[in-house]
């Protein structure tokens, strides 16, 4: 059998006609590797279209049923059906195959020092001259110093320190979520025996330019599945957590608020409030920091939404027709926004509590598909959604109405949020392909597509947090990602000095 170029479908149609008169030569040609020579193809002295890596840039082969083409070994294989057989070729398979190539690719050119801008001509010193002839708002040019800082963040692992040395995290993170001064992040594991762990880690910024990581001494086991979590303030700035617990067997679920200061043994404080609410399936839950409905909490069940004041445990249930997967308070009112299971994104002021029936409802609009993220910005006027479809768009609440769209972002059914950072002008976003983007807020331009240090799959989708001042008022701007059993740092800085100088 001879191998050569793909030159066309002419070479095929003679193929074709001489498989129909010999009937050995139609076995051969229907085994796992296809002749497609043509006349003055030599097998040892390729083509040029030959020696090209990718032959689908010149001339694609057409797609035959039941078979798939590789460029690189330049013939055809056979799909086997299903998964009975010994290593089978499968499409899954091969597409789970290109896009590991693709992730190794990507995370060398990642590890590159320099990167390019994703504005074309945009470099420190050209913005610094516009800035200093007063051709850039001081506004715009503080957008774009940032936008050149993220595409030249660079990873670094970060060692956890802990009280207990001789137990290692064995466990994959499932979720991050940071404070409000982005001091302490707690943390969701899974455990292998279907449940999970949860506990606090404890960021401190250096004066010698690095980060140190301290994992607190009390880590907390269950058997229930973790589907929301929020800071909650109830005796002081994030002094709680508040943990939505699906319930599983005879373990009915429930709503936990739960003391930070549990999770140390070194702090002489008392634990403080300890709550549990008996909610059960919430899907997702938000804490209200508006004084007008001071120390309320809300959580979104299947086709009700459930508000309840943490000290009095007085309720108000809204009955809805959806399940409402993400919620957020406002800031500057006690305006509740939810996302539905149905694409609805409605509001909720809390202070209208008599009206019945659905007259209780603000502001309304749709998405094509499940809301998995809501964030509203700091002015009240604007909210960004996520939806099961990949669509991330802000919204003017004053006019209902999408007035940008971010593209670029993967999701086909995950519940995956969203992440705002107002000062520095960027979202955040961690596709189902397990890859982070990042996109300038206020024209929606993507700036960096960060691969997963780890191979993707389902259940090794990074978390991430990104702050200005990680690690509080001495902090280090940069994004923190979790993912597998690892914690990586991504710098603003090209200095930063790492705790053991192991990179990444």
């Given at each position: 059998m001879k191998r050569g170029n793909w030159q066309g479908r002419g070479d095929w149609g003679r193929a074709d006609q001489r498989r129909h008169h010999n009937p050995g030569r139609q076995r051969e040609l229907s085994s796992?590797?296809?002749?497609?020579?043509?006349?003055?193809?030599?097998?040892?002295?390729?083509?040029?279209?030959?020696?090209?890596?990718?032959?689908?840039?010149?001339?694609?082969?057409?797609?035959?049923?039941?078979?798939y083409f590789d460029p690189e070994k330049n013939r055809y294989f056979r799909l086997l059906p299903g998964h009975?057989?010994?290593?089978?070729?499968?499409?899954?398979?091969?597409?789970?195959?290109?896009?590991?190539?693709?992730?190794?690719?990507?995370?060398?050119?990642?590890?590159?020092?320099?990167?390019?801008?994703?504005?074309?001509?945009?470099?420190?010193?050209?913005?610094?001259?516009?800035?200093?002839?007063?051709?850039?708002?001081?506004?715009?040019?503080?957008?774009?110093?940032?936008?050149?800082?993220?595409?030249?963040?660079?990873?670094?692992?970060?060692?956890?320190?802990?009280?207990?040395?001789?137990?290692?995290?064995?466990?994959?993170?499932k979720l991050i979520v940071?404070?409000?001064?982005?001091?302490?992040?707690?943390?969701?594991?899974?455990?292998?025996?279907?449940?999970?762990?949860?506990?606090?880690?404890?960021?401190?910024?250096c004066s010698e330019g690095s980060l140190s990581v301290e994992m607190c001494d009390n880590l907390y086991f269950t058997n229930r599945k973790v589907n929301s979590i929020c800071w909650a303030s109830v005796t002081h700035p994030d002094s709680h957590v508040l943990l939505c617990l699906v319930g599983v067997a005879d373990t009915p679920g429930c709503v936990s608020l739960l003391p930070a200061s549990l999770f140390s043994n070194s702090n002489p404080d008392q634990p403080g409030m300890l709550c549990s609410f008996k909610i059960s399936t919430a899907w997702s839950c938000a804490w209200c920091l508006n004084p007008q409905a001071d120390k309320n909490f809300s959580t979104g069940l299947s086709r009700l939404v459930i508000v309840t004041d943490a000290v009095t445990g007085r309720r108000q249930t809204y009955g809805i027709n959806s399940d409402v997967l993400a919620q957020q308070f406002a800031l500057r009112a006690p305006v509740l926004y939810n996302g539905c299971r149905t694409g609805e994104i409605f509001s909720i002021d809390l202070r209208q509590r008599a009206r019945r029936g659905?007259?209780?409802?603000?502001?309304?609009?749709?998405q094509d598909s499940a809301?998995?993220?809501?964030?509203?910005?700091?002015?009240?006027?604007?909210?960004?959604?996520?939806?099961?479809?990949?669509?991330?768009?802000?919204?003017?609440?004053?006019?209902?109405?999408?007035?940008?769209?971010?593209?670029?972002h993967h999701n086909e059914h995950a519940y995956l949020p969203v992440h705002v950072n107002e000062q520095e002008g960027l979202l955040l976003a961690v596709g189902q392909d397990c890859y982070t983007r990042l996109w300038s807020l206020g024209d929606g331009r993507l700036l960096r597509t960060i691969p997963s240090p780890h191979p993707a799959g389902k259940d090794s989708v990074p978390s991430v947090v990104f702050s200005s001042q990680l690690g509080g008022r001495r902090g280090l701007p940069g994004l923190l990602m979790a993912v597998s059993q690892d914690l990586y740092y991504f710098s603003y800085n090209s200095d930063y000095q790492e705790q053991r100088g192991a990179d990444a």
């Open positions: 796992h590797r296809f002749e497609r020579g043509g006349p003055g193809t030599s097998q040892n002295e390729p083509s040029p279209e030959t020696a090209s890596p990718s032959l689908s840039q010149s001339s694609p082969a057409p797609e035959l049923p039941g078979f009975n057989n010994c290593n089978p070729l499968t499409r899954e398979g091969i597409q789970q195959r290109e896009q590991e190539g693709r992730r190794v690719r990507l995370l060398e050119e990642d590890e590159k020092p320099r990167k390019k801008s994703s504005r074309a001509g945009l470099n420190s010193t050209i913005l610094l001259q516009k800035r200093h002839l007063g051709l850039v708002p001081e506004t715009s040019y503080c957008r774009l110093i940032h936008e050149l800082k993220v595409s030249s963040m660079r990873r670094h692992k970060l060692e956890v320190q802990s009280s207990d040395s001789s137990s290692p995290n064995t466990d994959n993170f940071a404070d409000s001064a982005c001091e302490r992040v707690f943390t969701v594991n899974d455990v292998e025996h279907g449940g999970c762990k949860y506990g606090i880690m404890n960021f401190k910024g659905h007259g209780w409802k603000g502001v309304r609009f749709y809301i998995t993220s809501v964030r509203i910005l700091q002015d009240d006027n604007y909210l960004i959604a996520a939806d099961m479809l990949g669509k991330i768009k802000l919204w003017d609440l004053r006019m209902a109405k999408a007035v940008q769209q971010y593209e670029g």
